[in-house]
């Protein structure tokens, strides 16, 4: 079945740790996402790519760092500059802006 | 800039009793679209609707529907007879213009509980 895998699913670090999220999709979407959801503020844009090789921030990239070598794989990387790490990230993809969006189950990182 | 408002923190409802959940958005794009997920306890967005900017019929399916009004920058969702699994957060979203890659931004979300 296609669809978008994220892992893990909890992540504990430790502070000043550097920590990567992994996201990968099976669908041949073209554009993928990275969100962020904090409680009671929604989704929040970090990161977006239209191709491989090529990202763009997106409202609140500061922190944070990605790669798209493949079109399959979008990793995330919360470096120690994040200063309020902890959170639900949430991974998306679309074939074309505006289409459908197919979101991924989420890794909760927990920083203590 | 883009943004989605949805004034409702929290409903609670009895199960069968009916519900709308607003959701009122800001764009200066002439095309967009809008978005409704529901995000259960698990956590994953589950994909709802979508409505184009240039369509404004209601649209019902099941127990749901939506009521997309440009004149007041609003696009509604009623659940009829509301049931226990309907339980969840829900968030309205927009997006810009299609292109290669259109970002969403989405409201805060309007956390629904259905009790028995």
């Known amino acids: 079945d296609g669809g978008i895998t994220q892992s893990p699913k909890y992540l504990f670090r430790k502070e000043g740790q550097n920590v990567t999220l992994s996201c990968e999709q099976n669908?041949?979407?073209?554009?993928m996402y990275w969100y962020r959801q904090d409680p009671g503020q929604g989704l929040r844009l970090i990161y977006y790519?239209?191709?491989?090789?090529?990202?763009q921030k997106g409202d609140i990239a500061e922190g944070y760092s990605v790669s798209r070598e493949k079109k399959e794989s979008f990793p995330l990387t919360v470096t120690s500059a994040q200063k309020n790490p902890t959170a639900f990230y949430l991974c998306?993809?679309?074939?074309?802006?505006?289409?459908?969006?197919?979101f991924g189950s989420g890794t909760r990182l927990t920083v203590v | 800039a883009q943004k989605v408002t949805q004034a409702q923190t929290e409903i609670s409802v009895v199960e069968k009793e009916d519900v709308t959940l607003d959701c009122v958005y800001e764009?200066?794009?002439?095309?967009?679209?809008l978005f409704w997920y529901k995000q259960p306890p698990s956590g994953e967005l589950v994909f709802l609707i979508r409505?184009?900017?240039?369509?404004?019929q209601n649209e019902i399916s099941g127990r749901y529907s939506w009521n997309f009004q440009k004149s007041t920058s609003s696009f509604n969702f009623t659940i009829t007879a509301s049931q226990v699994v309907d339980s969840a957060v829900y968030f309205c979203?927009?997006?810009?213009?299609?292109?290669?890659?259109?970002?969403?931004?989405f409201g805060t979300g309007t956390r629904l509980q259905v009790t028995l």
């Open positions: 998306a993809s679309s074939l074309r802006g505006g289409d459908g969006y197919t």
């Open positions: 669908l041949n979407h073209d554009a």
């Open positions: 790519s239209q191709i491989v090789n090529d990202f």
């Open positions: 764009t200066r794009d002439t095309t967009y679209y």
């Open positions: 409505r184009n900017s240039f369509d404004e």
């Open positions: 979203a927009l997006s810009e213009a299609p292109g290669t890659a259109s970002k969403l931004t």
